[in-house]
Structures are given as C-alpha cells and as structure tokens.
C-alpha cells in the first residue's frame, strides 16, 4: 500500500538526525584517567579521535556515551583531543585539552632541587650567624682576658670541643665521618633531613649515630670464630656480596651447631669495610620478634662476615611471588600451577608483623628509608621480618632510581616529600608500608611496572596513588590510601595500622597450612 510506504518513510525521515557532541569533558588534572563523551545522532555516527591532528582511534560502535581511557596518562599525554562523530547526514566536531600532569622536575641531590630562594636564604643565614658568632668570640675573649679566667659561668680553661669518639660505647670502629655530630640531626622527634652535598651516597643518618638511641648505651657487636662457620650454599647476592646458608657452632648455649645465614664482604674497600660496621652496630641494636636477629660479626680475615638467623622462605617479595596466581613449580621439567596461593588471612597476617617490626623501629626513633618487600624475611610459619638494613640495592637494581653518581632511591616506595625534598620521617616509613600492602595484594608485582622511573616520579610528585589490587577488599585499599595520603601529618599511624589489620584478621581466621 503506497500510504503505508509514505508513513515509514516520514517516520524515518523524521528519526534522522545529523551527529552533534553534546558533552566532551576535560579530564580533571591527577585524578581522571579518561575523557568523558557524548554524542547524538541517527544513523548511530562512527567516532574518530585525533590527537595533535592524528587519527589516534576510530569508534565502529553503537556507543553514544563512553570515555577515552587512558592507562596511567602522564605529562606525554598532554595535549588537544578532538572528536569527530560522522554519520551520512553529516559531521560534528569538538576539542578539548587534556591535561593529565604537570611536566615534573629532574631529580638530582636535595642541594640542587630546593629553590634558589630557599638556597640563597640559607647562605644569607648561614653567613649572618658566623659573623654573629665571630662578634661574640671577641667580644667573650676581651672579657675572659679582662676579668680573668674565672667566668660567671663556671667555665674552666677554653670552651671543650665534643668529640663522638669519646662518647662511644662501641667496640667497633667508630664511625665519625666528621661531617655529622651524633645526635644533632634530626629536626624534630622523627624528622631527619640530610644536606647530600656532603656525602656522595644516602646515607640513613641513624647508621652515623654510635647506636640507634643516643640515650641509651649500644650493645656489643659480637664476634664469632670463623672457623665455627661452615658455608653450605649460597642463598643470594646482596649489595655487600654473596649471602649463605651455613652452619654456625657455639652460638647458643642449648644447641652444638644451628643453621644461620651469613652475609659476606669480600676485598672491602675502606668505605664498604665502614658500612659494614655501621650496618653490625645499628642491628646488634635493633632486637624485636619481628627484625630479624643478629648474631654478630666476623672479621678476623677475609671475607667480613655478618652472621644472622637463617629464614627459610627467603625474601618475602620472591615469597608473594612464588605464592601467586602466576607461579609455575616444574616436575619433570613441565611447569606446573602451584596449589599453595596466599588467602587473604594470610596476607593479612604479613602486613600485621611487618607492621609490629615498625612500630618497634618508630619506637627507637628509626627511620628504615626502604620498607619493601624485598627487604622483609619470610620464616617457618609464616613468621616475616623486616630483614635488611641497607644491603639489598644489587639483585633488585630496577627498584632503585640513580640520582647523580651513586644515590640510589626506592623511588617507587618513596612519598613526594621523600622524593622532592629528601624527607624520610617515620610518616614516609608509613607510606612505604602502603607500598607493601599493595605488593602483599598484588603477590609481589613492582609497583608502577609499566611506568619508567622519570614517570614514576611525575605521578607520585602530583598526587596520583597506585590503583587498587584486583584482589583488594575495600577495607584494605582505604588502609593504602590512608597511608598516602599528601601530608605526612595526616596519614595512618602505624599502631593504628596493626589495630585495622587484628580486627580484618579476626574476620577472617588465619590458616598457615600453606607452610611448613
Ligand atoms: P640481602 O643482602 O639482604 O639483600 O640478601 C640477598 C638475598 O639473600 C635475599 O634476597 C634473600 O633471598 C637471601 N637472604 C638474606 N638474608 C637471609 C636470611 N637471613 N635467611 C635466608 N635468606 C636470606
């Protein structure tokens, strides 16, 4: 029937409608990883987007809303995104800026990147007080001549100059590089600001301190016999040199002989033969059920050896990721899945001990710098410790970011203030421990792995965090963002922390049958 052909046709007719974008939204800077459209228009319009005028992407799709998403964008992606909605009536266009982050700094030492301004009053400070100080001396002088050598302040003779040598306890060589006085540098309780002109490395200034608590006296390093150690196999490589699995005699009064794992300094240079003796001095006086022990030291010959309880599971980064879904085990040389996947519980129980080792080191007044996985120790039963001081930056090299000659950063675990100024306080400890959570959910993943290390510093420098683990409960994932949060005053504090992760865990009862 021909008036039945002129309907459908005025009722298509009358349903075609030329494209038009009705929404393209900026992304907003740090937060949004996607650009938001809408578009309109019968026949459905085929979407193109252009970045800086070249196709980036064509849209064959019934979608008239959606968003353009990108994965971690960083100042690269920056720029003008235009899209363009066609269908045969015709044609619309729209452009809107995307702009991800800011082009970030160049990391070099702390001296380089605080601003001149600051650079410049420091030195007019600097300059004031030593001609504020010269005045004084002549000034003190012309008394103590004039009046004799019996001042009103009860001083006899000339004003003494402190020595740190003296005021060791430690049988160990000394450590006083003569740049640091003990006990002068931190800032506050817990803050420790270090000027890096001075020293070529970071250094954790705590290892400049003759023990970890200047009030308190330091232990003795002990000191072992080698020939009451015999190496069995090499367990892994170190910064300092190989690491072995041994057998140790007359080390505990109960047993004859008991497996430890040794760290060995070959051919030492003067410098390393120094880190080693800070390294023996801070953790003979670091003793919590969850840092791993220390024995003590061997240094009657060649290589220097530092003896340490033996854990059985190694690294609880190589431990997460041979616990995960991605782990192979081979029998017969073909791979096969692994049953032993960590649960939740059980990752819950890692962070809460790792968590406990801080709460003892924040209790000492120790700023470790490099809370990571791959500096933690896994032991019978799931016990985990915080197990390396400084020694770990060889096998795992790509965790660490080289500033200028030899400085070295955990970038990825570092907060912005760490990562800027060089701050490193018991609150960027806090937020390293975030990292470790994301890696405990992740079974052992590099944090921001697809991401290089100049990357890396421009999304953590302005505010983005990592996403959530796939296998993240909510209440784990707020705990991450509570430990990254932008001022250090306003993240979780780490008892508060433990407190969070006891109450998860008895929600969720703990079941270590993976492990013998
Ligand atoms: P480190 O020098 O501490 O980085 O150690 C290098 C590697 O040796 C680690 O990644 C561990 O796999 C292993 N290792 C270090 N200390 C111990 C220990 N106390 N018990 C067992 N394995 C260890």
């Known amino acids: 029937d021909p008036n039945i052909i002129v309907f459908w046709w005025c009722c298509y007719l009358l349903f075609l409608v030329p494209p038009s974008i009705v929404k393209l939204k900026e992304p907003e800077r740090r937060h949004d990883t996607c650009i938001e459209f809408t578009v309109r228009g019968s026949p459905h319009p085929t979407l193109q987007w252009f970045y800086k005028d070249k196709v980036l992407l064509i849209h064959m799709t019934d979608y008239i809303e959606g968003c353009l998403t990108f994965k971690n964008p960083t100042h690269h992606n920056n720029g003008n995104y235009t899209l363009k909605a066609t269908n045969y009536l015709g044609e619309a266009t729209s452009t809107v800026y995307g702009h991800f982050l800011n082009k970030p700094f160049d990391v070099t030492p702390t001296a380089e990147t605080q601003k001149p301004e600051d650079h410049t009053f420091g030195v007019t400070m600097a300059v004031c007080l030593a001609v504020f100080a010269c005045v004084m001396l002549v000034v003190l002088f012309f008394f103590i001549n004039k009046y004799g050598r019996h001042s009103k302040f009860g001083m006899k003779g000339p004003v003494a100059v402190i020595s740190g040598e003296e005021d060791s306890a430690s049988p160990l060589h000394h450590v006083n590089h003569g740049i640091f006085s003990p006990c002068t540098l931190e800032a506050g309780p817990d803050t420790v600001v270090i000027g890096m002109t001075q020293i070529p490395v970071i250094e954790n200034p705590q290892y400049f301190r003759h023990g970890h608590n200047c009030n308190k006296p330091t232990a003795y390093v002990q000191h072992i016999k ?32 008991m497996l430890v794992a040794v760290k060995t300094l070959k051919d030492p240079t003067l410098a390393a033969r120094k880190d080693f ?145 060089r701050k490193f306080t018991t609150e960027s400890d806090v937020w390293s421990f975030g990292v470790i959570l994301w890696e405990i959910f992740t079974y052992g993943k590099q944090p921001w792995f697809q991401l290089a290390n100049n990357e890396v510093i421009e999304c953590i420098t302005q505010g983005r965090v990592l996403e959530r683990p796939q296998l993240c409960p909510k209440e784990v994932y707020d705990m991450m963002l509570g430990c990254w949060q932008r001022e250090p005053q306003q993240r979780l504090n780490i008892k508060d922390i433990q407190k969070m992760l006891f109450t998860l865990m008895k929600a969720t009862p703990v079941y270590l049958d993976i492990l013998g």
């Not at 060649?302 to 879904?325: Q, S, T």
């Not at 017969?332 to 962070?351: F, K, N, V």
């Open 226 to 257: 080698r020939r009451d150690i015999i190496l069995k196999r090499e367990l892994g490589e170190g910064a300092f040199g190989k690491v072995f699995l041994a057998e140790c005699y007359n080390l505990s009064p109960t047993k004859d002989k």
């Open 277 to 421: 003796q800070r390294e023996a001095e801070l953790l003979t006086n670091l003793q919590h059920e969850h840092i791993v022990k220390f024995y003590g030291v061997c240094v009657d010959g060649d290589p220097l050896i530092m003896v340490f309880e033996y854990m059985k599971h190694g690294d609880l980064n190589k431990f997460l990721r041979a616990h995960g879904p991605d782990a192979m085990i081979l029998v017969d040389g073909q791979p096969l899945q692994t049953s032993g996947e960590l649960g939740l519980s059980q990752m819950l129980h890692i962070a809460s001990q790792i968590a406990g080792g801080m709460i003892y080191l924040a209790s000492q007044h120790f700023v470790h710098r490099d809370l990571a996985t791959r500096n933690c120790l896994v032991g019978n039963g799931l016990l985990v410790k915080i197990g390396d001081f400084g020694m770990s930056r060889d096998i795992y090299s790509t965790d660490y970011y080289r500033v200028g000659g030899h400085t070295m950063l955990p970038i990825r675990w570092m907060p912005p203030e760490s990562i800027m100024y």
